[in-house]
């Protein structure tokens, strides 16, 4: 994964709660992409942001999830009153270069109940 | 949006067998990659391949831009082979030329002993 810490590796939440998501990626990187994957289908892009800028958001459902890339601390992923269907795996990926070779993180695995 | 097909869908084999997984996609491309995601979910980078063929191992991938497919290639398969094979691809739909990735839906990959 080159690096790319994502923390926590399970999250459990009860219908209405939050989660909170969070990814460092590699030393000296200022951008990370988050992807969800719901079970059985393959990883599909949400967010892309720089540090301290949202650059694509075309992803991301339109309510209730946020996301923020701060200038000191890792990128958060916020969903705000989870539901069953934001069961998923959520990876967060960064590129050495831009528009090279991308390395995920090891993912968040949420699971709503 | 940039439309990307694999198959098979799933695919068994023997151990020791070779096997070939395709990954089409609908419009030109600037970056292509192939993941295997292994039975505990973590992505595991096998080739940044955007053209031109590469090996590394047992393991080879070729992409031909211009026909718009990428193959990847597994000669001598075991069991650790197992998981989910993914291609994904950038293009530069709209400008968007920093690294965004578009999956396939995967190939379900299951090597008996």
């Known amino acids: 994964n080159a690096g790319v810490m994502q923390n926590p590796r399970h999250l459990v939440r009860r219908r209405g709660q939050e989660a909170r998501l969070r990814c460092s990626p590699m030393?000296?990187?200022?951008?990370v992409y988050w992807y969800r994957q719901l079970p059985e289908e393959g990883l599909k892009f949400m967010v892309y942001?720089?540090?301290?800028?949202?650059?694509?958001e075309s992803g991301m459902p339109k309510e209730r999830f946020s996301a923020e890339f701060p200038k000191e601390g890792p990128s958060i992923l916020r969903i705000q009153q989870v539901v069953r269907g934001d069961s998923a795996a959520y990876f967060c990926?960064?590129?050495?270069?831009?528009?090279?070779?991308?390395?995920f993180g090891q993912g968040t695995r949420l699971t709503v109940v | 949006g940039i439309q990307v097909e694999q198959s098979p869908p799933d695919l068994i084999l023997q151990e020791g067998a070779n096997s070939t997984l395709r990954c089409n996609f609908s419009?030109?491309?600037?970056?292509l990659q192939w993941f295997h995601q292994n039975p505990w979910g973590q992505l595991i980078n096998l080739f940044y391949?955007?053209?031109g063929t590469k090996q590394n191992g047992r393991l080879s991938a070729t992409t031909v831009a211009t026909e718009r497919y990428s193959s990847l290639y597994i000669s001598s398969s075991q069991t650790t082979d197992s998981g989910v094979y993914f291609c994904?691809?950038?293009?530069?739909?709209?400008?968007?030329?920093?690294?965004?990735?578009?999956f396939g839906q995967g190939t379900i990959l299951t090597v008996h002993p």
């Open positions: 030393k000296g990187h200022s951008h």
């Open positions: 419009d030109s491309v600037n970056n």
């Open positions: 994904a691809v950038g293009d530069n739909a709209g400008g968007t030329s920093y690294g965004k990735l578009t």
């Open positions: 990926a960064t590129h050495l270069l831009e528009n090279t070779e991308a390395f």
């Open positions: 391949i955007p053209s």
């Open positions: 942001l720089q540090k301290e800028n949202i650059i694509d």
